[in-house]
């Protein structure tokens, strides 16, 4: 299978060969602000699954936990595209909203629960963490 996606203006865009590691919902106070939403959708590859093609500029987040988060945007327009993390080598994990076709993803799980807005209503089918994942 063959994914690709693009930031809001064109000039960071990207390409996966083969299939997501796993998809969901973050609902962490700083996914919540980077993303200006209540949630931010992601999903996992592996490294070595993805080509980017562009400039991504990168801003140092750190987790409740204290861990390093490095959120890769668009520089001109501003689109979050991937997060990494370095207490996970190997795994790269993209926003959902730059996906050119959505319709491959259905989040698996919710991460973060206990910080959602009060007016987003879960699946309760779809497993929840309340808190930090790991």
């Given at each position: 299978?063959?994914?690709?996606?693009?930031?809001?203006?064109?000039?960071?865009?990207?390409?996966?060969?083969g299939e997501l590691?796993?998809?969901?919902?973050?609902?962490?106070?700083?996914?919540?602000?980077?993303?200006?939403?209540?949630?931010?959708?992601?999903?996992?590859?592996?490294?070595?699954?993805?080509?980017?093609?562009?400039?991504?500029?990168?801003?140092?987040?750190?987790?409740?936990?204290?861990?390093?988060?490095?959120?890769?945007?668009?520089?001109?327009?501003?689109?979050?595209?991937?997060?990494?993390?370095?207490?996970?080598?190997?795994?790269?994990?993209?926003?959902?909203g730059t996906l050119?076709?959505?319709?491959?993803?259905?989040?698996?799980?919710?991460?973060?629960?206990?910080?959602?807005?009060?007016?987003?209503?879960?699946?309760?089918?779809?497993?929840?963490?309340?808190?930090?994942?790991?």
């Amino acid at each position: 299978m063959t994914i690709t996606g693009q930031c809001l203006c064109g000039k960071v865009s990207y390409k996966i060969e083969g299939e997501l590691q796993m998809s969901g919902v973050c609902h962490c106070k700083n996914c919540q602000r980077q993303a200006g939403s209540a949630f931010s959708v992601l999903f996992a590859v592996g490294d070595d699954q993805i080509e980017i093609d562009g400039d991504l500029t990168t801003y140092d987040d750190h987790s409740d936990s204290g861990n390093v988060v490095h959120r890769h945007f668009c520089g001109t327009c501003g689109s979050p595209v991937k997060t990494s993390l370095p207490i996970q080598p190997g795994q790269t994990f993209i926003k959902a909203g730059t996906l050119d076709d959505t319709s491959i993803l259905e989040p698996q799980i919710h991460f973060w629960t206990g910080s959602a807005q009060n007016w987003v209503h879960i699946d309760e089918n779809v497993p929840q963490m309340t808190g930090n994942p790991g």
